[in-house]
């Protein structure tokens, strides 16, 4: 049956591997076992620190779910699944940047059992694909400038280093950008900030 939230509702993303779909409070058990973990949250700060416990993380989940049916298409935050067994293996967004709003970032946190599979490429693809047809132009990641492997997943994705800034959290962080020429699978790797090694 249809509602009057239907309109502001995200779909439901479908990658060969993964399900990007909405939070549900249910999620908070697993939904914890990645926003509580130590190897994940050091690099969200300050924007988000590390969920202390199960109704913490309820209220997020909440917040999310909220802010999710409040913010204009094509922000909002999905949980990212696994299709092969249902297994909530991390979180994605397109959110505004502050302080001025004007900016989308793009952002994934995967449980580090899952990292190195390339579920974070696959997630990145697939919101940035479905970002682009609603009338964006551009996206854009932060990165901290020792999060190397977050600087190597952004780039598989075609995200071009364009410098480095502190007007948006208040901390010196690199800031890549994707337009939706970039998102071709056969476009060259985005090149690195200067200083920074492949790993």
Request: hydrophobic share 25%.
């Given at each position: 049956m249809a509602t009057s939230e239907q309109p502001t509702a995200r779909p439901t993303l479908v990658t060969p591997r993964l399900l990007l779909r909405g939070w549900h409070v249910a999620d908070a058990p697993e939904a914890l076992a990645i926003y509580g973990h130590e190897s994940v949250t050091r690099w969200l700060g300050p924007a988000m620190a590390r969920v202390p416990d199960r109704a913490a993380m309820r209220l997020r989940l909440r917040q999310w779910i909220?802010?999710?049916?409040?913010l204009d298409v094509p922000a909002g935050h999905w949980a990212v699944e696994r299709r092969s067994d249902g297994h909530l293996i991390?979180?994605?967004?397109?959110?505004?940047?502050?302080?001025?709003?004007?900016d989308l970032e793009i952002g994934w946190q995967l449980h580090p059992d899952f990292w190195g599979r390339g579920y974070a490429s696959e997630t990145g693809f697939a919101l940035a694909g479905w970002a682009f047809t609603h009338d964006v132009d551009e996206l854009y990641a932060v990165v901290r400038p020792d999060n190397t492997r977050a600087a190597a997943t952004v780039r598989r994705n075609g995200m071009q280093w364009v410098g480095e800034t502190d007007?948006?959290?208040?901390?010196?962080l690199q800031v890549y950008r994707l337009r939706p020429a970039d998102l071709e699978q056969a476009a060259p790797i985005g090149h690195l900030p200067p200083a920074y090694q492949d790993d």
């Open positions: 909220g802010d999710t049916a409040e991390g979180g994605a967004s397109v959110l505004p940047l502050p302080p001025g709003n004007d007007k948006y959290f208040g901390t010196t």
